[in-house]
């Protein structure tokens, strides 16, 4: 059905008179009566009945008259939702890293609270594989993702990537071997993450200049467990630097190459300009 002959059939349910209904509108009376005549036939049921000179709504008439109500209220509600001028209203989904959480989206959704109170932002702790794969459903709006600089992933098909910040990394090692080099290691089990593959991409790369293969033993999320595991002699692994690691971990400076962690938010083309999702990348983006 389509949405002006509703109107029209609605302002006439209001008004009484074609004539009102065209003054309204700002439209002629000859364009009311065949917008409601073609209403008629698009729901197959007559919509108006003579009323001595006048017409009134018949029983469907009415009924589809108080559905109007709703439709165009419906429409409204989502052009406005949709108008980049609107004040940013909506449920924002948004899958990311725990590190990006913590440092760009916990801060962004306090000042969000203060300047857009009516975004409500909802958070799961996601790895940039599986943030990519909720984003390709439409289960989430917004992925912030990471890559290293010696692995760079191509996520820009298809994709509006922000530039959010980087982190250099280093390894981590017990503290007693803090002055070994990556050669050095090439011998140790290694620490990989679980459930993404570009730090074990940067390490093969770094390995590789150095001129080794790395001996992947364990394959861990959580950055407090690569700890434990160090301090254990249990392996070492790539770990942020300036992050405070556990008493006996130290995290040796990667040189000639060096290391660094890139953060991205990034959406679906053409879905940015969404109020809410725009005013939560623009505030990470300052951030």
């Given at each position: 059905m389509d949405v002006r002959r509703l109107r029209m059939l609605l302002e006439l349910s209001r008004l009484g008179s074609m004539h009102e209904v065209a003054d309204a509108l700002g439209t002629t009376t000859s364009s009311v009566s065949q917008g409601i005549a073609a209403l008629a036939r698009d729901v197959g049921s007559p919509l108006l009945e003579p009323d001595g000179r006048r017409v009134r709504l018949t029983p469907a008439g009415r009924r589809l008259a108080d559905h109007a109500v709703t439709i165009l209220a419906a429409v409204e509600s989502a052009r406005l939702d949709l108008d980049p001028a609107a004040e940013p209203v909506g449920v924002l989904r948004v899958a990311g890293f725990a590190s990006a959480v913590r440092r760009s989206l916990l801060p962004a959704i306090d000042d969000l609270q203060r300047t857009h109170p009516g975004i409500e932002v909802r958070v799961l702790e996601y790895e940039p594989l599986e943030a990519f794969g909720l984003l390709a459903r439409d289960e989430v709006d917004l992925a912030l993702v990471y890559d290293y600089?010696?692995?760079?992933?191509?996520?820009?098909?298809?994709?509006?990537?922000?530039?959010?910040?980087q982190v250099e990394w280093g390894v981590g090692v017990p503290t007693r071997d803090r002055g070994l080099t990556l050669a050095d290691l090439a011998d140790r089990d290694w620490i990989i993450n679980s459930r993404n593959t570009a730090d074990e991409d940067a390490l093969r790369t770094l390995a590789s200049r150095a001129g080794f293969v790395p001996r992947i033993a364990h394959r861990i999320d959580a950055l407090e467990l690569v700890d434990d595991l160090v301090v254990a002699g249990r392996g070492v692994g790539l770990l942020p630097r300036g992050r405070a690691s556990r008493r006996g971990v130290s995290v040796v400076r990667l040189r000639d190459p060096g290391l660094w962690l890139r953060a991205y938010a990034v959406t679906r083309r053409g879905r940015a300009t969404w109020p809410p999702l725009r005013a939560v990348t623009e505030r990470l983006a300052t951030g």
């Open positions: 600089d010696l692995a760079p992933a191509d996520w820009r098909e298809d994709h509006e990537v922000v530039p959010l910040w």
